[in-house]
């Protein structure tokens, strides 16, 4: 599957379980100098409004890409950022309640994050009855402080 064919919001879940819900695709086609070097995302899990579950295989630099700069997180150093290609494997089959103890599997896990700004007792309630991915990713908005 093409990056460009995954249909957003999507759930990205990292190899320690942390998930982001990405609105578009930018916050992962671009990259550091040292994302790239250590390889940032590789091994992530994708799942896209429509239930498409992909794994992202490998990253590459795009040639002439132009760079573009923000300031870290802490605000006081500039950080240049290059696009990159994403290259994902092919869908794996997983079912909604799969997908489901998976997103459950990563709240419980990071949830000091979640309980700081989030009704986690609800989110983990919307999930649990959501009837497609869609409404597990709208769950994050409507629960939201």
């Known amino acids: 599957m093409k990056f460009e064919d995954l249909k ?3 759930i990205e879940i990292d190899d320690e379980g942390w998930l982001t819900i ?3 695709g930018s916050s992962i086609t671009n990259t550091t100098s040292v ?6 995302g590789i091994g992530n899990l994708l ?3 429509d239930g498409h579950v992909v794994q992202i295989v490998n990253i590459k630099k795009l040639p002439n890409a132009k760079k573009t700069w923000d300031w870290s997180l802490l605000g006081i150093i500039p950080v240049v950022f290059f696009p990159i290609e994403v290259i ?3 869908p794996t089959p997983m ?3 799969e997908i489901k103890k998976k997103v459950l599997e990563s ?3 990071h949830l000091n994050f979640w309980d700081e700004n989030w009704d986690t007792d609800n989110l983990m309630d919307q999930i649990k009855t959501a009837q ?3 409404e597990i990713i709208e769950a994050f908005e409507k629960t939201q402080y």
């Open 8 to 10: 957003f919001p999507i």
């Open 22 to 24: 990405c609105d578009e």
């Open 35 to 40: 994302g790239f070097k250590h390889g940032v």
């Open 47 to 49: 799942v896209d409004t």
């Open 88 to 90: 994902l494997s092919e």
């Open 95 to 97: 079912s909604l309640d």
């Open 107 to 109: 709240v419980t896990k």
């Open 132 to 134: 497609d991915t869609k």
